[in-house]
C-alpha cells in the first residue's frame, strides 16, 4: 500500500499562486508516476498533471497548460504542484495519485490521497 497526504489547500484570490505539496509512504517503490486531479462541486474528476519518476517526464491536462507546473523530490518521496495565475474555475477539491502507468484516466491510478481544497475567489 501507498499511504498519500496533501497539504497546501487554501482561499486565492484570482491571479494568485499556490503550492500544493503530496507525499508519499509505505511501498513508495510501486509508484513509478505520481499526479494530481481535481474535482469541482458537480463535476466530474479531472486529469490536471503527472510525473514519471524515472527522466522526471511529465503530461499536463489541457486547462492548466502553461499555469500549472508538477515537480517531484525523490529523497522526499514528495510531488508538487506548482500553480499559478489561478482563475475561478480552477476551484475544487484536489488530490494527489500514484500509480505504475503515466497516464491521464483517472481508472489508471491505483493510490489516492484524501485532497486538499482550493479555493479561487475575489
Known amino acids: 500500500q501507498v499511504q498519500l497526504v496533501e497539504s497546501g489547500g487554501g482561499l486565492v484570490q484570482p491571479g494568485d499562486s499556490l503550492r500544493l505539496s503530496c507525499v508519499a509512504s509505505?511501498?513508495?517503490?510501486?509508484?513509478?508516476?505520481m499526479g494530481w486531479f481535481r474535482q469541482a462541486p458537480g463535476k466530474e474528476r479531472e486529469f490536471v498533471a503527472a510525473?514519471?519518476?524515472?527522466?522526471?517526464?511529465?503530461i499536463y491536462g489541457d486547462s492548466v497548460k502553461g499555469r500549472f507546473t508538477i515537480s517531484g523530490d525523490d529523497a522526499k518521496n514528495t510531488v508538487y504542484l506548482q500553480m499559478n495565475s489561478l482563475k475561478p474555475e480552477d476551484t475544487a477539491v484536489y488530490y494527489c495519485?500514484?500509480?505504475?502507468?503515466?497516464?491521464?484516466?483517472?481508472?489508471?491510478?491505483?493510490?489516492w490521497g484524501q485532497g486538499t481544497q482550493v479555493t479561487v475567489s475575489s
Open positions: 495519485a500514484a500509480g505504475v502507468s503515466l497516464s491521464s484516466i483517472e481508472r489508471m491510478w491505483q493510490y
Open positions: 510525473l514519471r519518476w524515472s527522466g522526471k517526464f511529465t
Open positions: 509505505g511501498r513508495t517503490f510501486s509508484s513509478a508516476v
